[in-house]
C-alpha cells in the first residue's frame, strides 16, 4: 500500500491527554486501527474504527475520523507512564491486510 | 486461548542459513497472517491463509520465503539462505474471516542473520 503518515515522536507529561494524528490513503478502507507497541513486543489491538463513523470512545481513548481529509487521530486521556510505547496507525485493504504507518513514540514524562 | 503464539522469540543464524518460524493462532480464528517489521518501521503484509489455502503470497519478499499451513491451524514461516538484510522481526496475526475489526497479533520472532 502507498503510505500511511504519522508524526514520529511526541512528549507529553504525565496526566495531560495525548494526541496522535495520522494521514492514511486508502479512501475504501472499512476499518482503520490504533495498535500499541511496547519496546521488543508485538502488537497491541487498542482499538478500530469503522469507516461510517466520526468518533469512537473507548475507556480512556478518543478516535476520531474525518473521512474527507483522510484523517484519524487518538486521544488517550489521562495518560499514564505505562501508555509509553509506540502507536500504530493502520488502514485495512484488500479485505484481509494492513497498511501500518512507521509509529508515533510516545514518551510520557513525570 | 491465550492469544497468538509465536516460536521461537528469538532466533540468531549466521548468513546462508535457513530458519523457520512457527505461529499458532487463536484457536477459532480461521485467518492466519504473516508480517515482517524492520527497525524503525511499521509491520509490513507478506502473506495470509484462510484455512490452509494461502490466497495471497505476491508480497513475500522473494522465492527464498515460504509459509505453510497444512491442517489449517498452526502455520510456518520458512526463509532459506538468510541473508543480512532478513533481520527484522516477524509477526503472526489471525482473525475470523469477515471479522476485519479485530486481527490479533503475537509477540513475533526476532531474528538476527550474523
Known amino acids: 500500500g502507498e503510505d500511511v503518515e504519522q508524526s514520529l515522536f511526541l512528549s507529553v507529561r504525565e496526566g495531560d491527554s495525548s494526541v496522535i494524528n495520522c494521514t492514511y490513503t486508502?479512501?475504501?478502507?472499512?476499518?482503520l486501527y490504533w495498535y500499541k507497541q511496547e519496546p521488543g513486543a508485538g502488537l497491541q489491538l487498542l482499538t478500530y474504527?469503522?469507516?461510517?463513523?466520526d468518533m469512537k470512545q473507548d475507556q480512556r481513548l478518543t478516535v476520531l475520523l474525518n473521512k474527507k481529509d483522510k484523517h484519524l487521530s487518538l486521544r488517550i486521556a489521562d495518560t499514564q507512564t505505562g501508555d509509553s510505547a509506540i502507536y500504530f496507525c493502520?488502514?485495512?485493504?484488500?479485505?484481509?491486510?494492513?497498511?501500518f504507518g512507521k509509529g508515533t513514540s510516545l514518551l510520557v514524562t513525570p | 486461548d491465550t492469544g497468538v503464539s509465536q516460536d521461537p522469540r528469538h532466533k540468531i543464524t549466521k548468513r546462508g542459513q535457513n530458519v523457520t518460524f512457527r505461529c499458532d493462532p487463536i484457536s477459532e480464528h480461521n485467518r492466519l497472517y504473516w508480517y515482517r517489521q524492520t527497525l524503525g518501521q511499521g509491520p509490513e503484509f507478506l502473506t495470509y491463509?484462510?484455512?490452509?489455502?494461502?490466497?495471497?503470497k505476491s508480497r513475500l519478499l522473494s522465492d527464498r520465503f515460504s509459509a505453510e499451513r497444512p491442517k489449517g491451524s498452526f502455520s510456518t514461516l520458512e526463509i532459506q539462505r538468510t541473508e543480512q538484510g532478513d533481520s527484522a522481526m516477524y509477526l503472526c496475526?489471525?482473525?475470523?474471516?469477515?471479522?476485519?475489526?479485530?486481527?490479533?497479533f503475537g509477540e513475533g520472532s526476532w531474528l538476527t542473520v550474523v
Open positions: 491463509f484462510q484455512n490452509e489455502a494461502q490466497l495471497e
Open positions: 496475526a489471525s482473525s475470523l474471516e469477515g471479522s476485519l475489526n479485530t486481527i490479533y
Open positions: 474504527i469503522f469507516s461510517n463513523m
Open positions: 486508502d479512501s475504501s478502507s472499512t476499518y
Open positions: 493502520a488502514e485495512g485493504y484488500s479485505g484481509y491486510a494492513l497498511n
